[in-house]
């Protein structure tokens, strides 16, 4: 890690996932170069609400919460998001 770099440690979730009733949420720990912690989460807007989606909202959340141009690690346990920014993008 370089003395600029962020740190983003991110995940989404969805309850009944595929159905009608789905409820997503999305969350973000994100520590600043100086060592600071900022927590952001919150519910996943619209009717279609997948775990993907919430999934996504947490890695975009996370990068627009932080001034750009920065330096960036961001971790996450979903496949669709790190193959999206690794290999997809």
């Known amino acids: 890690m370089t003395t ?3 740190i983003a440690y991110v995940d989404g ?6 159905k009608i009733n789905a409820r997503a949420g999305w969350g973000a720990l ?3 170069p100086k060592g ?16 993907q989606r919430a999934e996504l909202t947490a890695a975009i959340m996370a990068l ?15 496949q669709y998001v790190v193959k ?3 290999e997809w993008m």
């Open 30 to 32: 994100i520590h600043n």
């Open 64 to 78: 627009k919460s932080t001034p750009q141009p920065a330096q960036f690690d961001l971790y996450s346990d979903s």
């Open 36 to 51: 600071a912690t900022l927590e952001i989460a919150g519910p996943l807007e619209g009717e279609r609400q997948t775990n």
């Open 4 to 6: 600029n770099t962020y």
């Open 84 to 86: 999206g920014i690794n």
């Open 13 to 18: 979730a969805c309850i009944n996932n595929g």
